[in-house]
């Protein structure tokens, strides 16, 4: 306990630019948010930007302290996105925003899979890492395209019908809600068969942003005067966020991260304290954008 005080009387002001760096990731993701909601033929879709980095801030905020695939913020974006574009086109929206983060999130651990075999000695959990990488871009990217054709909401919830307790409830909502959830997957579809552009603006603002969140990393180890460059910082980023994503039924992936950031800081020759301690300067990191995002919700409630 003493050490990982002492590290904290070292970080010092490094945690403004720590803090700061995330300002920066989250104004990408409210770009690509933007990019998916509006169409340039509707002009009811061009949402004010503050209000699209609102629901992008506090999204995540709720998101980070809900249990289990952490999407507690999604049922709220959606309710107060509907109140300038309508139902459907909210819920759409939300969906390929989530899909987007997704598909980002694979791409960056398969770039950082190339910096990993050409930078971190090879071992059996360097081996092991990279694998499950590739397999997971692989089921990924299979079940997108296969849902995405026959509509990812009907074709979800379908499947979801069939399980046990909960099946026939399921049902119900597909039944009596079936149009509303056709209308969403049209929406979908719409957009990466008519508006491929938007949809690559997208991708490339969340695929940037997690490039970006790992300046986080690199200005932590700068604090602890720890020898490691933005190539290690994307190899420790990329490694947790991996382990992190596993065991994602976690409310603010408790421990999860902690134990990703170990791994990840030994692959590349440190000891596992330097992930455990950056592991905490990131959960204080959280907390605070926590009470940013739901004071931002709660001023927009009073207004």
Not at 34 to 54: D, G, R, S, Y
């Given at each position: 306990?003493?050490?990982i005080w002492n590290?904290?009387?070292?970080?010092?002001?490094?945690?403004?630019?720590?803090l700061?760096?995330?300002?920066?990731l989250?104004?990408?993701?409210?770009m690509?948010?933007?990019?998916?909601?509006?169409?340039?033929?509707?002009?009811?879709?061009?949402?004010?930007?503050?209000?699209?980095?609102?629901?992008?801030?506090?999204g995540?905020?709720?998101n980070?302290?809900?249990?289990f695939?952490a999407?507690?913020?999604?049922p709220y974006?959606?309710m107060?996105?509907?109140?300038?574009?309508?139902?459907?086109?909210?819920?759409?929206?939300?969906?390929?925003?989530?899909?987007?983060?997704?598909?980002s999130?694979?791409?960056?651990?398969?770039?950082s899979?190339?910096?990993?075999?050409?930078?971190?000695?090879?071992?059996?959990m360097v081996?092991?890492?990279c694998?499950?990488i590739?397999?997971?871009?692989?089921?990924?990217?299979?079940?997108?395209?296969?849902?995405?054709?026959?509509?990812?909401?009907?074709?979800?919830?379908?499947?979801?019908?069939?399980?046990?307790l909960?099946?026939k409830?399921v049902?119900?909502?597909l039944?009596?809600k079936?149009?509303?959830?056709?209308?969403?997957?049209?929406?979908?579809?719409?957009?990466?068969?008519?508006?491929?552009?938007?949809?690559?603006?997208?991708?490339?603002w969340?695929?940037?942003?997690?490039?970006?969140?790992c300046?986080?990393i690199?200005?932590?180890?700068?604090?602890?005067?720890?020898n490691?460059?933005f190539i290690?910082?994307?190899?420790?980023?990329s490694?947790s966020?991996?382990?992190?994503?596993?065991?994602?039924?976690f409310?603010?992936?408790?421990?999860?991260?902690?134990?990703g950031?170990?791994?990840?800081?030994?692959?590349?020759?440190?000891?596992?304290?330097?992930?455990i301690?950056m592991?905490?300067?990131?959960r204080?990191?959280e907390?605070?954008?926590?009470?940013?995002?739901?004071?931002?919700?709660?001023?927009?409630k009073?207004?």
């Open positions: 306990m003493d050490e590290n904290l009387e070292n970080i010092g002001w490094w945690f403004l630019p720590v700061g760096s995330w300002a920066v989250y104004w990408m993701n409210a690509a948010f933007k990019a998916i909601i509006q169409e340039p033929e509707l002009p009811q879709t061009n949402v004010p930007f503050w209000k699209v980095l609102q629901l992008t801030i506090s995540y905020a709720i980070y302290i809900t249990p695939v999407l507690g913020g999604e974006r959606i107060e996105l509907k109140n300038y574009v309508g139902g459907s086109k909210a819920g759409s929206s939300v969906l390929l925003y989530g899909v987007m983060h997704i598909l999130h694979i791409l960056f651990w398969v770039a899979v190339f910096l990993i075999l050409w930078f971190v000695p090879a071992s059996t081996n092991v890492a694998a499950a590739f397999v997971m871009a692989i089921i990924c990217t299979w079940l997108f395209t296969k849902f995405y054709k026959k509509g990812i909401t009907v074709s979800l919830l379908k499947a979801l019908s069939k399980l046990p909960v099946g409830k049902g119900d909502v039944d009596t079936y149009e509303t959830l056709n209308d969403v997957d049209q929406q979908v579809k719409n957009l990466f068969q008519n508006r491929r552009d938007r949809f690559y603006t997208a991708l490339f969340e695929f940037v942003a997690r490039v970006v969140g300046f986080e690199y200005f932590i180890g700068l604090a602890l005067d720890i490691i460059d290690d910082a994307m190899i420790i980023s490694g966020s991996l382990f992190a994503n596993l065991v994602f039924f409310p603010m992936q408790l421990g999860t991260r902690e134990g950031l170990a791994m990840a800081v030994m692959s590349i020759g440190l000891p596992a304290k330097v992930g301690f592991g905490v300067v990131t204080i990191r907390i605070v954008w926590i009470m940013i995002g739901l004071g931002w919700m709660s001023l927009v009073r207004k």
